[in-house]
């Protein structure tokens, strides 16, 4: 077995880089009506709340039209700003599947929808959050970039034995990152911004801390994939997320080697405090 869980090749309907085919014509009209119920939620939620460039990028990609989007409409406009696409896969894929793909600008979004059910949470990733979290954001071609080198350094740290840290870069940018504007942090990560729950805690909640973005403590703090951040990293632009990737990462693997992980909710003397959490909220759901 690998070490992401993966033992073999792509299921049997999967082509070998694990793509399949979106069927766009087959979605039923329960199935468009959840993508409706979730698209009209978050729309009414996020302005004043997320990131410009998400905000664009909804609408220049129209991501509401007759419920679920169909890639192949989505993906003119997408390729034409950027240069990426959005390719369907059945769910998670192998890591080293999933940064080749972002690394040719080919984002894999999950062809299914969750149930009427799972309106609030659930474990793999669905349309919803990949197209309506992830693809608005890749619209902005400083983003676009980011995204693509993120893949390349994927290919990387696999080779570094470095994964997990440079697993913790995306998940406390692309998933749950705050963008600094002069108006306030503002949403930008997938994970909130498709979550209606976490796009209010992410930036109202007293509990969780609120720190400027630091590329290799991000990569020394550990993260919860079962409940709200405790801490959210806050970078001052998309330019600065893209010139922090452009470094040696070689020499910043040399140093995390060396180095302690950051225990969840600790504030460094060299952190950057835009809120100092009072932790409230973690400490109340350890204690259920
Ligand atoms: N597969 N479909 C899919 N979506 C992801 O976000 C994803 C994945 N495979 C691996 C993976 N993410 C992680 O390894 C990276 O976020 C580090
Ligand atoms: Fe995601």
């Keep these: 077995m690998s070490a992401d869980g993966f033992t073999n090749g792509p299921p049997a309907e999967a082509r070998p880089d694990w793509t399949i085919d979106q069927g766009w014509p087959d979605y039923t009209a329960a199935e468009h009506q959840i993508w409706i119920t979730l698209y009209e939620r978050q729309t009414a939620l996020l302005p004043g709340r997320a990131a410009e460039p998400f905000l664009r990028g909804l609408e220049a990609l129209d991501l509401h039209r007759s419920g679920i989007p169909d890639f192949a409409r989505i993906n003119v406009e997408l390729n034409r700003l950027t240069g990426w696409s959005v390719v369907a896969v059945p769910g998670l894929v192998p890591d080293e599947v999933f940064f080749d793909h972002l690394a040719n600008r080919r ?39 980011y995204m693509a080198a993120y893949g390349r350094g994927g290919q990387r740290a696999t080779q570094r034995g470095q994964l997990a840290n440079l697993a913790r870069l995306y998940w406390y940018t692309v998933e749950f990152g705050l963008l600094q504007t002069p108006q306030g942090a503002r949403i930008y990560g997938a994970g909130i911004v498709s979550s209606h729950a976490e796009s209010i805690f992410a930036l109202d909640n007293p509990s969780p801390n609120r720190l400027g973005f630091d590329l290799e403590r991000v990569m020394r703090t550990p993260y919860r994939i079962d409940d709200f951040q405790q801490v959210y990293f806050v970078i001052p632009s998309l330019q600065a997320l893209l ?21 969840i909710a600790e504030i460094l003397p060299t952190d950057e405090v835009l809120t100092r959490g009072t932790q409230d909220y973690a400490a109340a759901r350890a204690a259920q």
Excluded: S
């Excluded at 669905?126 to 608005?136: L, S």
């Design 243 to 263: 010139d922090a990737t452009l470094q040696d990462f070689g020499a910043i693997y040399d140093r995390l080697e060396q180095a302690r992980d950051i225990p």
């Design 107 to 145: 984002f894999p979004a999950g062809q299914f929808i969750r149930k009427p059910d799972e309106l609030d949470y659930l474990q793999e990733p669905d349309i919803f959050h990949d197209v309506f979290g992830h693809v608005p954001m890749l619209t902005d071609p400083v983003f676009a970039d």
